[in-house]
C-alpha cells in the first residue's frame, strides 16, 4: 500500500473517485463478472460520491455490475430514517447512479438478530468473491 497525501479535501476526493472509477473500468465489469466495492457513510466520502455521480452522469462510468458493500448502520434507526446510514447512501449515491438497487448491500439495524444479520451480511460477500476495493474513512484508505 502506499501513501497520498494531498493539499485539501477537494483534491483527495476527486484522487479516491479516479482511482474507483479507473479500478472499476480496468477490471472491464460485465453480467456475471461483478466488481464488488466497499464503501464507508459518513460526510468524508461525500466529495467523492459526488465526483462518482459526475463521471456517471457524463457517461464515463456506470455501476450496472458493480456490488457495494457499506461498512455500517445504526442499531435502532429505521432505514428510513434521514439520519441513518441507509437513507444517507441512497440519498447522497445510489439514485444517482445505474447500480441495481439489489446489488447496494448495507446491514440492517433493526433485524431481530444483529449477529445473525453480520453473519448473513458476510455471506454475501463471500459469495461475491469478497471485496476488490475497500474505501475506508475517516480519511481516504484506499485498500485491495
Known sequence: MRLVILEDY???SEWAAKYICNRIIQFKPS??????????TGSTPLGCYKKLIEYHKNGDLSFKYVKTFNMD?????????????HSYMW????????????????LDGN??????????????IEEAGGIDLFVGAPSYYLCV
Open 31 to 40: 453480467q456475471g463478472r461483478y466488481f464488488t466495492l466497499g464503501l464507508p
Open 73 to 85: 448502520e445504526y442499531v435502532g434507526l429505521p432505514r428510513n430514517h434521514p439520519e441513518s446510514y
Open 111 to 124: 433485524a431481530p438478530d444483529l449477529q445473525a444479520e453480520c453473519d448473513a451480511f458476510e455471506k454475501k
Open 10 to 12: 477537494d483534491q483527495a
Open 91 to 106: 440519498n447522497n449515491f445510489f439514485k444517482h447512479i445505474d447500480i441495481d438497487p439489489n446489488n447496494a448491500h448495507i
